[in-house]
T-cell receptor
Framework: KAGVTQTPRYLIKTRGQQVTLSCSPI?????VSWYQQTPGQGLQFLFE???????NKGNFPGRFSGRQFSNSRSEMNVSTLELGDSALYLC?????????????FGPGTRLTVT | AQKVTQAQTEISVVEKEDVTLDCVYE???????LFWYKQPPSGELVFLIR??????QNEISGRYSWNFQKSTSSFNFTITASQVVDSAVYFC???????????????FGKGTKLSVKP
């Protein structure tokens, strides 16, 4: 069974631009969560989706948004990029409708903002 | 407020030594879940274990063991006879059961970087 896939793996953007990251969960998984990992702040929760609905949102500005499609694939978008948005963005999926069960993580997208 | 503290930032051991990674959590919920994840240099987080707040039984899986103590709000992880392949960053995480019966928000500790030298 294929794991969680994230595209692209690496991305370089300029301050002020916007970016869209994609996540394909493990087949059959309907829950997807996104996390941001930086050296300073560590791993921080961004949002969680289940059946195309956002169920939970972390403490991030409105520039960070996401969505989930009917096939459970998810995208996250960051508008008006800032230098501080440089991070590893991780996506995780779960095979239960409650995300309290184990989440399986993808390899991440490394975003660099210059 | 929820919080996970991993006081050990870095640990270095020699192969075959036993090592314990500490995790202390804070939560006001009575129902919560604790996790350990491993992040090797490749970057992908690997799930190791999940434990719910009603199950204080310790668990052993091969060289790995976990000690959950609600009285001290700790969920420590021990690797016995460490190996070079155990070198990674290890994260402890907490998830609470929020409104609607679930909350897919993992609260992570800052992680402990374990280096196992040959």
């Amino acid at each position: 069974k294929a794991g969680v896939t994230q595209t692209p793996r690496y991305l370089i953007k300029t301050r002020g631009q916007q970016v869209t990251l994609s996540c394909s969960p493990i087949s059959g998984h309907r829950s997807v969560s996104w996390y941001q990992q930086t050296p300073g702040q560590g791993l921080q929760f961004l949002f969680e989706y289940f059946s195309e609905t956002q169920r939970n949102k972390g403490n991030f500005p409105g520039r960070f948004s996401g969505r989930q499609f009917s096939n459970s694939r998810s995208e996250m978008n960051v508008s008006t990029l800032e230098l501080g948005d440089s991070a590893l963005y991780l996506c995780a999926s779960s095979n239960r409708d409650s995300m309290i069960y184990e989440q399986y993580f993808g390899p991440g997208t490394r975003l660099t903002v210059t | 407020a929820q919080k996970v503290t991993q006081a050990q930032t870095e640990i270095s051991v020699v192969e075959k030594e036993d090592v314990t990674l500490d995790c202390v959590y804070e939560t006001r919920d009575t129902t919560y879940y604790l996790f350990w994840y491993k992040q090797p240099p490749s970057g992908e987080l690997v799930f190791l274990i999940r434990r719910n707040s009603f199950d204080e039984q310790n668990e052993i899986s091969g060289r790995y063991s976990w000690n959950f103590q609600k009285s001290t709000s700790s969920f420590n992880f021990t690797i016995t006879a460490s190996q070079v392949v155990d070198s990674a960053v290890y994260f402890c995480a907490l998830s609470e059961e929020g409104y609607g019966g679930s909350q897919g928000n993992l609260i992570f500790g800052k992680g402990t970087k374990l280096s196992v030298k040959p």
